[in-house]
């Protein structure tokens, strides 16, 4: 066996021991927030709490951004996942004691919603450090011409990983809140001793003194290369405008007028067209006009919302739905493999950092957009001004990157 084949052999058992990881801490992760959400409504009755839980895990991303973007372009990135996954198991462990009240005389609860909070703000500090070095890791485990059928196969992981998740840490809470805990501890586990098993080849980038400059690196960089800088704010502005989740439960009971069934179908339907364009993708890769298809595919998106706006359908919603996740997936892996291909390796680290804001200011604000749009102009208003709001994204960034719109080949 040549050194190449060793080497090439190596990096694949590695992509799969991290494309497993990220699977189980994913759902580790979907569980968590299924059983933390229910519990601190259970406690408090307070959608503003519910609202409150996901804001404290953005706000530590927000804030450590720049700081895990240098510590990822340093460290052994499959490392810093593991220890991620660590710390959000221990987050899990800390749960269970308090929901059983092993620690305290007479076995009560003593779950609250500030320990809620709490344990959230833990979370949000794990995943600012653990979303950049995933996004890093990938393109030194593949070559760059495989990098776009790695991208699709790891989204369909964590798709998939976004519906079993919630339903399955549904049914297990059945059994308790400490019950999904412990399936949760148990997953971030096994994901962070998969990812300290990663081997490659780490170089050290040459030392130099932590200053402002070394910090912003990552977002200078992004506003230099335009195709990038295109790609990274492309998903911020169009899921800002266009994404429906946080409405879905008002279109399920008061237009389409169906039960908890129905909006369980409806939350997933993106993601059952997503896993499937992504198992497309892995096997028949992207090799030409990579930037009119992702702007295309952003435009569909648009459309999609715009129809499901407008529809009094539960089965139409439905397909428009999953069609909205598989035009989504599309763009998702272009932007990221683009992305990545166009970054250097020692800035990926502060370039991911920087996009991983951009991914959840995206989702977070979005949710918050949507909502308050919906006030004034009622949810079949808020989806459609959203949806027409996408579709004008996509035609200014054709015009606005003619770089990133004209891209041909994603790799060399």
């Known amino acids: 066996m040549t050194t190449h084949t060793f080497t090439e052999l190596t990096h694949q058992r590695a992509f799969m021991r991290m494309w497993f990881a990220r699977l189980f801490g994913t759902t580790g992760n979907q569980m968590l927030m299924v059983a933390v959400g229910w519990q601190m409504y259970d406690l408090t009755g307070s959608a503003w709490d519910l609202g409150l839980v996901g804001l404290y895990q953005f706000l530590p991303a927000l804030l450590l951004t720049l700081v895990a973007g240098h510590v990822v372009d340093r460290v052994h990135r499959g490392r810093i996942v593991a220890a991620c996954f660590a710390a959000q198991s221990l987050v899990a462990l800390v749960l269970i004691v308090a929901t059983q009240g092993w620690a305290v005389p007479d076995h009560a609860q003593w779950a609250s919603r500030e320990l809620l909070l709490g344990m959230s703000v833990l979370l949000g500090v794990a995943r600012a450090f653990q979303m950049p070095a995933q996004q890093a890791l990938t393109p030194v485990l593949v070559p760059p011409a495989m990098l776009a059928r790695a991208m699709a196969f790891s989204s369909g992981g964590n798709q998939t990983a976004v519906i079993v998740g919630p339903a399955l840490g549904g049914l297990i809470f059945v059994a308790g809140a400490a019950a999904v805990y412990a399936v949760c501890a148990l997953l971030f586990v096994t994901g962070s001793v998969l990812m300290a098993r990663i081997r490659y080849e780490h170089v050290p980038p040459p030392r130099e003194p932590v200053s402002l400059r070394t ?3 990552g977002a200078e960089f992004v506003w230099r290369q335009k195709a990038v800088l295109g790609a990274v704010t492309l998903d911020l502005f169009a899921v800002l405008l266009g994404g429906a989740t946080a409405l879905l439960p008002m279109f399920a009971k008061d237009i389409l007028h169906v039960g908890p069934w129905g ?32 702007l295309s595919a952003v435009a569909l998106y648009g459309l999609c919302m715009i129809v499901f706006g407008i529809s009094t359908s539960f089965l139409l919603s439905l397909a428009v739905l999953a069609i909205s996740g598989a035009a989504d997936m599309v763009s998702v892996v272009v932007r990221q493999t683009l992305v990545q291909l166009e970054t250097p390796d020692d800035m990926r680290g502060r370039v991911s950092a920087v996009n991983s804001v951009f991914i959840g200011a995206s989702n977070q604000l979005g949710e918050f957009e949507s909502g308050a749009s919906a006030a004034l102009l009622g949810p079949l208003g808020s989806v459609v001004a959203g949806g027409i709001g996408t579709l004008l994204v996509a035609a200014l960034w054709f015009k606005w990157f003619p770089a990133l719109a004209h891209r041909d080949r994603l790799a060399p």
């Open 263 to 294: 909006l369980g179908l409806l939350r997933s339907a993106p993601a059952a067209g997503a896993v499937l364009v992504a198992m497309l993708l892995t096997r028949w890769p992207l090799t030409r006009r990579a930037g009119h298809t992702m």
């Open 215 to 217: 910090l912003l690196a």
